[in-house]
């Protein structure tokens, strides 16, 4: 029996831009419960994480923003998705900003020996409090899922890390610091930028993906992490750091589809959906119709 378990995160501590604690919604009223009914058996719609209203507050010893309200609603979004992994049902994620997948990767690796993880955005999210230019912690929850940033992020979940970097594989990526360009380097993390898109073709950087992450590292699960930022702003223009030149539409039902023909996704987020920045919905119905595709949803 095929359940999916949907659960809100409308976060938006993890950055500047206010707007993304409204994607959750967005989303769902882009039709995503309509959407996915018709490919599952079951489908819950869990409701929302409760976030609050609160205030800016900079963490003085680390210049982090919100540190210490992120590490804890990350903790009530990692409860939330290893009960529903428990329970048999795959866990979507809607975000909210990339921060929230601190909390979604703590709750789905206690679950796999080897989780693998494709990162499909157009940033690194590798940053830790000494490489940030910001102090926004949207731009750090992959260094965090690795074990490497502030103890209140990396302990989430009473454990870490929550993946191995050789276990990760970024696509889409167009815009890096300084500090994420040496730790890909240092830790030797698979990542296809938009030149080896754009050379290769993403048909053949999936099947690299697929088989990297089956074959050569053999993961017993894999967790999807897209920011919609990944897409090109034409196509997606409702997120907080548009990078232009980015993954087509067209390009990005490919790989979804491709993923649902691997079979290997096991759990899934989509983040950075910001209503306030979008054109009439678009990005959020872009999201939905990605996530058609992802989960099994065919023309003919």
Do not use: C
Not at 91 to 97: F, I, N, S
Not at 115 to 143: F, K, Q, R
């Amino acid at each position: 029996m095929k359940k999916l378990s949907i659960i809100g995160m409308p976060m938006d501590l993890g950055q500047m831009r206010r707007g993304v604690d409204m994607g959750p919604s967005a989303i769902r009223y882009a039709g995503v419960n309509e959407r996915l009914r018709g490919l599952f058996d079951e489908v819950a719609d869990l409701g929302d994480i409760a976030i609050g209203r609160p205030e800016v507050v900079v963490d003085p010893q680390s210049n982090l923003r919100n540190l210490d309200l992120i590490a804890e609603k990350s903790e009530m979004l990692a409860q939330k998705v290893d009960e529903v992994v428990a329970s048999g049902s795959f866990p979507l994620v809607l975000g909210g900003d990339h921060s929230i997948a601190i909390g979604t990767l703590a709750g789905v690796s206690k679950h796999y020996k080897n989780l693998g993880v494709i990162w499909y955005d157009a940033h690194g999210d590798l940053n830790t409090a000494e490489t940030s230019p910001t102090g926004n912690i949207h731009g750090m929850p992959l260094a965090v899922s690795l074990g490497l940033g502030h103890p209140l992020l990396t302990g989430v979940g009473g454990y870490g890390p929550k993946v191995n970097p050789e276990n990760i594989v970024i696509i889409g990526a167009r815009s890096l610091d300084e500090g994420e360009r040496v730790l890909i380097k240092e830790k030797g993390i698979k990542v296809y930028t938009m030149h080896e898109i754009d050379r290769l073709g993403m048909t053949k950087v999936m099947e690299e993906a697929i088989h990297y992450l089956r074959e050569v590292r053999g993961t017993d699960g894999v967790h999807l992490s897209l920011d919609l930022d990944g897409l090109d702003p034409h196509d997606a223009p409702g997120v907080g750091t548009p990078v232009t030149g980015g993954i087509s539409y067209r390009e990005s039902h490919l790989a979804m589809e491709m993923l649902e023909e691997s079979k290997m996704i096991t759990s899934a987020e989509f983040v950075e959906v910001n209503p306030i920045l979008d054109d009439k919905n678009k990005t959020a119905s872009v999201a939905v119709a990605l996530m058609g595709s992802l989960f099994g949803e065919k023309l003919l």
